[in-house]
């Protein structure tokens, strides 16, 4: 045992850094970088992305292509508006004339291979005469023809002018067509808005609450609450994870939309490409709103097992939105699409569809950001004081109640 | 210097520290020693700020400690936390810039720190992959990490093996001899009597006993022993002592006022020879296990 001497006070060399919680997000970022699940999940996602992209392009490249054998003019021009009706819709449908000199010459056309059916006028009527197998796709598309031609014929004898006419057939057509796309387009980017928002909150949180919780049960939060303010460590890992969530869902998004791209819905890629961009900026808002709660439910647990019941809220809450997603409509979906979080999902939807204007996505979002700051502020308090608490699970409501 | 005034914490009913005060001067270490229970650690946390005191104040070189002041004090919680699967290495590192270092700094203090530990071939080893003594080193590395002004540890022996206890004690008094106030709570008290300038007894919440050893032992001795070359029972009717026990020629004694021993002895002298007349020096269990009531 020494006696104490006289010691000189020591100096620090290092003080407290300025940006602690961009180490922490630093960290959080490479821990799911190096994370085996979450690369190969992202790529399986990815994979699925494309997959279905491809199909999509596959469906989109065969039109409806038809080389129709005629022997008459009356039948060529029937083909050629066909031909013109067709490529209205897609550039991948033609229908091609194959004048022939009889209807021998026509016959032999379609049973050699050389046409695919011979248009064939007899007594006031159309037939189809295919080889082996009738294909329904031309024999509407020249139906529609037929009665197209008709009608203008018969607007010709009203007095209607040819452009008229030609106004009168598209506009019904691209009314029919246009519409059924839009519908199928919305619903369709309403269910990926609705699976992706639920995935990635459900993993993203689930990442902060077990990152939390990691750290309470290997008692690290110790050390590295008495090195930094609570506050940064809980900064860096809600931001860590919001980018890498935000990083992976714009991955996922641009690969969605460079897919689409090559689909006969390219001429919606603007509208969508928006609709998009507004979901990205909406999915930060809804999964900052809940971010902080992810890391509470971390807190409330005490070990890995405890997060099951701790995150049940949480599940609840995301299963909704994924609910609201699929099935709310009309004005349901018009109230529901201002509730935070699930706007997230709903208002880049209605968007798509068309029917909320710029006024309503700024509202949306920022009653999602109001929301986001009032569950940050609470989530950081229960947070910091639920953090020390090691005895087993503590509840929602025990937690409010904490001191420091 | 750390100075903690009547620090009181409560949990609810339950007074876990009551009114501890002490002191740990610069450059030297001081031992906290209790039964599990007495309030070390809730002391401790409170120390460090993880834990806000009922009442009472810790105040760090003359004025209340801040909370950058308590980012300085290296600190090794009583259950021990790292990440269980994050290489050692990259852990100290992160530690290291969360204390205010540059990456690269951290890199090469840490590296420094767990090759004096015994680590060095293994700094890029999952914690888990270690065995219990080693991620015991690694935790105490973690603590020195950064240059601390201050050490604060929560029982930083349990658990480790006579070699690993003697690195560590090496190492704490190279930190003790370079200026910094150390604070390590045991239970082992002859590790504590080995290597802190002084004590601080906890029992039930309060400071029961404090002070250097020999200030504890100076406190703890009120028995002295006498032996003569003849029957030493007339020690019985001599003023200004209490007799406890007469054994033929032996006897031992309490002293009930300073100043005696010379009547006692000059009385001893005239009636023969005095073969033995000293103090009972009581040992650092002994005087623990009085003042704990164990």
Not at chain 1, 145 to 167: C, F, S
Not at chain 2, 148 to 177: C, H, K, Y
């Amino acid at each position: 045992m020494s006696t104490p001497q006289q010691h000189t006070e020591h100096q620090r060399r290092w003080s407290q850094p300025k940006n602690a919680w961009g180490i922490v997000m630093r960290r959080e970022i490479f821990a799911k970088l190096t994370d085996k699940a979450f690369l190969s999940g992202t790529i399986l996602t990815l994979a699925l992305i494309i997959g279905a992209t491809a199909l999509g392009i596959f469906a989109g490249n065969r039109g409806t292509r038809a080389t129709i054998a005629v022997t008459t003019d009356q039948a060529a021009a029937v083909v050629r508006t066909t031909d013109q009706m067709q490529k209205a819709t897609s550039d991948k449908n033609s229908f091609t004339v194959e004048q022939v000199a009889s209807e021998e010459a026509a016959r032999k056309a379609v049973s050699e291979g050389d046409a695919d059916a011979w248009l064939r006028q007899q007594d006031g009527a159309w037939t189809l005469v295919f080889n082996k197998k009738s294909t329904p796709e031309v024999t509407s598309a020249i139906s529609q023809a037929v009665q197209t031609q008709l009608m203008g014929e018969l607007g010709a004898k009203a007095g209607m002018k040819p452009e008229q006419l030609t106004r009168a057939g598209t506009v019904q057509t691209e009314l029919v067509d246009g519409g059924t796309d839009k519908a199928l387009l919305t619903m369709i980017a309403t269910f990926a808005f609705s699976i992706l928002f639920f995935m990635s909150s459900l993993t993203f949180g689930m990442q902060i609450a077990g990152s939390v919780v990691e750290e309470k049960s290997s008692r690290i939060v110790e050390i590295i609450s008495a090195a930094i303010p609570v506050r940064q460590l809980l900064a860096g890992k809600v931001i860590g994870n919001t980018l890498m969530a935000l990083g992976q869902m714009a991955l996922f998004a641009i690969a969605g939309l460079v897919g689409l791209s090559f689909t006969p819905y390219k001429d919606m890629l603007p509208a969508v490409g928006a609709a998009v961009v507004w979901f990205l900026v909406y999915f930060i808002a809804g999964f900052l709103a809940l971010a902080c709660v992810w890391a509470v439910a971390g807190a409330l647990a005490s070990r890995q097992e405890d997060l099951q019941s701790t995150t049940t809220p949480l599940t609840m809450i995301l299963t909704l939105v994924y609910m609201a997603g699929f099935f709310a409509s009309g004005t349901l979906a018009k109230v529901l699409s201002f509730v935070p979080v699930i706007s997230s999902v709903l208002m880049p939807a209605r968007l798509v569809a068309g029917d909320a204007s710029w006024w309503e996505l700024v509202v949306g979002l920022l009653l999602n950001l109001a929301f986001a700051v009032v569950t940050v502020l609470i989530g950081e308090r229960i947070y910091r004081r639920a953090l020390l608490q090691t005895q087993g699970v503590i509840s929602y409501r025990q937690a409010l109640k904490l001191t420091d | 210097m750390l100075e903690v005034h009547g620090l009181t914490r409560r949990f609810g009913d339950r007074v876990a520290v009551d009114d501890v005060s002490f002191t740990v001067p610069t450059g030297t270490t001081v031992g906290f020693v209790g039964a599990n229970g007495a309030g070390k650690t809730t002391t401790m946390r409170m120390i460090m700020g993880l834990l806000a005191p009922t009442a009472g104040e810790v105040l760090w070189n003359g004025r209340p400690a801040t909370d950058a002041d308590r980012r300085g004090f290296g600190y090794m919680p009583e259950e021990r936390g790292l990440y269980p699967k994050q290489p050692i290495l990259t852990q100290l590192v992160y530690l290291g810039e969360l204390r205010g270092m540059p990456a690269a700094d951290a890199r090469s203090e840490a590296t420094e720190l767990l090759t004096a530990l015994g680590l060095g071939e293994r700094t890029k080893d999952k914690l888990e992959k270690l065995s219990l003594g080693n991620q015991q080193r690694v935790q105490i590395a973690a603590s020195l990490m950064a240059d601390p002004s201050m050490l604060v540890l929560d029982e930083p022996f349990s658990g480790l093996d006579p070699i690993a206890v003697d690195a560590m004690s090496a190492m704490l008094q190279q930190r003790t001899a370079s200026g910094i106030p150390v604070l390590f709570s045991s239970h082992q008290l002859d590790l504590v009597d080995r290597l802190c300038d002084a004590l601080v007894i906890l029992s039930q919440g309060r400071v029961v006993a404090a002070g250097t050893r020999e200030e504890l032992i100076a406190m703890g001795t009120t028995r002295h022993r006498m032996v003569l070359d003849s029957d030493a029972g007339w020690l019985r009717d001599m003023r200004g002592i209490t007799v406890d026990d007469v054994h033929g020629n032996a006897a031992t004694f309490t002293l009930d006022a300073a100043g005696v021993e010379n009547d006692l002895l000059a009385e001893a002298i005239r009636r023969g020879k005095v073969l033995e007349f000293a103090p009972l020096r009581p040992t650092l269990s002994e005087i623990y296990r009085k003042v704990t009531g164990q």
